[in-house]
């Protein structure tokens, strides 16, 4: 009988180890480092493994991701070859995040953020403009980005987005590729970053981006910590480059207690929640894709290996 394994050392693995078994009755579920046998290991789900981990298992067929992003498995230097590798793709993991990303737009555009300010200070002022006028742009235009935007767009947001090969979204201006990021980042004033953290988009958002920014910007981060250099960030609102922050993910989370972004007044800190995986959803299909695998059918939601998304 083949082993599907569960390896994620800082998950409830109960529930998922309970779940899988619930949806593979007739199948072995085991949970790392816990491995009865290694040649009957054929699948594997993961969430941050130890790297090394998933070595070792010579009949080795699928590795799922627990969640959207896959930089977390493939960043293991000791990563299988050509085992193909999954993730979840799931409709309320999506709009989960897009009213994650409508949350934080629509309060920095009706200024919340000026008036719980006014609030501690028992200020009462009607402004003469009610709202912020924005110009939204949206890195990554994959199955995330694109329902943000055409959520925004729908809103009636001016909305632009930028992945790496080109689009057509409704009500969207798309660029793609680096030749046109300086058209893109033109008239952007609040910018949602949604890429992917590969070899490509690491430090992406680093004293370079920001120097090359036309206007101050309101940014978000609901990627991936690893797309910001940190330090960069803080120079950036210090100079005005940057106007606010709102940050769902960090290099290191869970962040550290005596982290500077802690007590800026400037960023908003979420700890990374903007969506999380939806284990009921995500059970079944990577279940599924495993039997595929199996079978030796077309999986679902594999990711090219060699673009790292
Ligand atoms: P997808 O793979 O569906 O989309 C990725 C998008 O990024 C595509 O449009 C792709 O372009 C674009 N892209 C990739 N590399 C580049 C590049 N070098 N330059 C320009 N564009 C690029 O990913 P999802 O939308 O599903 O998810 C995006 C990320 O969101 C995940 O990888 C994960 O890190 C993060 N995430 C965060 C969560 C949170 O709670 N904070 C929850 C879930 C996900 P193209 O279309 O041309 O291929
Ligand atoms: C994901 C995440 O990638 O939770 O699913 O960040």
Known sequence: MSTFLIVAPNRSNQTWEEGMKKCLPDHRVEVWPNVSDPEAVTG???????????????????ISSMGAGVDHILSDPDLP???????????ALTYTMTRYLLAVTLS??????VYQKEQKEHVW?????PDRPLHIGIMGLGVLGKDIAGNLAGLGFDVKGYSRSPKQIEGVRCYAGEEEMDDFLKDVNFLIN???LTSDTKNMLDKSFFDRLPHPICLVNAARGGHLVEEDLLT?????????AFLDVFRKEPL???HPFWDREDILITPHIAS???????????????????????????IDRSREY
């Not at 789900?45 to 699928?62: F, I, M, V």
């Not at 002022?125 to 403009?129: C, E, M």
């Open 44 to 62: 594997a789900a993961c969430w941050n493994h130890p790297h090394g981990s998933l070595n070792g298992y010579k009949n080795l067929k699928l």
């Open 256 to 258: 550290p207690e005596d």
């Open 194 to 196: 949604l890429l992917p």
């Open 236 to 244: 950036a609102l210090d100079e005005g480059k940057v106007e606010y």
């Open 276 to 302: 999380i995986t939806n284990i009921d959803a995500a059970i079944p299909q990577i279940a599924e894709n495993w039997l595929r695998a199996e079978r030796g059918d077309p999986l679902r939601n594999e």
């Open 108 to 113: 920095w555009h009706r200024r919340l953020d």
């Open 125 to 129: 002022h009607q402004k003469a403009r």
């Open 81 to 91: 070859a050509g085992v193909p590798v999954t993730r979840i793709v799931d409709e």
